[in-house]
T-cell receptor, first 108, second 113 residues
């Protein structure tokens, strides 16, 4: 089946810093999403981005489907950005497969 | 719209007991999914369904069963619970081909003792 790899696995930053999270996938995909799992375990949709670039406030994402990767940018980090960021891809067999996530900790 | 609703939120089971985790969505989504998340880990797909009457195995289906008799409901059945099934279970739904993205319920925290 399709493999989804996220990097880095862990990231510790000072408040106000910028960061880039990466998602690589092993085969062509139907769709790609980024999620934020907050400290209470809730999964929050950030971006639905099968290709191209989208922005939402301090967050933006770019997917280059032909090269099988996606990037999530977080600018001017805040402590509320802490949590785990997941990339999830829908393969052509309709399965949505998650990466292992990047654990982000923003220090005040 | 309530979105995706899971019940119960918490449950403790004894080894060998059975239970059904309920999931319902009111967004008229075709696709529904069940995941489990072990502590500190990512989400693993258990089963999924592309429409009423159709179900397929995911990455970790052993020990679980599902049914999809209606568009709205996708219950997950645990038979003969084992400690290895201690996890947080998430249900999700989406339109065809996850167009617009998949949306998740709040999760069910299950402990098997």
């Amino acid at each position: 089946g399709i493999q989804v790899e996220q990097s880095p696995p862990d990231l510790i930053l000072q408040e106000g810093a910028n960061s880039t999270l990466r998602c690589n996938f092993s085969d062509s995909v139907n769709n790609l999403q980024w999620f934020h799992q907050n400290p209470w375990g809730q999964l929050i949709n950030l971006f639905y981005i099968p290709s191209g670039t989208k922005q939402n406030g301090r967050l933006s994402a770019t997917t280059v489907a032909t090269e099988r990767y996606s990037l999530l940018y977080i600018s001017s980090s805040q402590t509320t950005d802490s949590g785990v960021y997941f990339c999830a891809v829908e393969a052509w067999d309709d399965k949505i497969i998650f990466g292992k996530g990047t654990r982000l900790h923003i220090l005040p | 719209n309530a979105g995706v609703t899971q019940t119960p939120k918490f449950r403790i089971l004894k080894i060998g007991q059975s239970m059904t985790l309920q999931c319902t969505q009111d967004m008229n989504h075709n696709y529904m999914y069940w995941y489990r998340q072990d502590p500190g880990m990512g989400l693993k797909l258990i089963y999924y369904s592309v429409g009423a009457g159709i179900t397929d195995k995911g990455e970790v289906p052993n020990g679980y069963n599902v049914s999809r008799s209606t568009t709205e409901d996708f219950p997950l059945r645990l038979e003969l619970a084992a400690p290895s099934q201690t996890s947080v279970y998430f249900c999700a739904s989406s339109f065809i081909d996850s167009e617009g993205g998949a949306f998740f319920g709040q999760g069910t925290r299950l402990t098997v003792v």
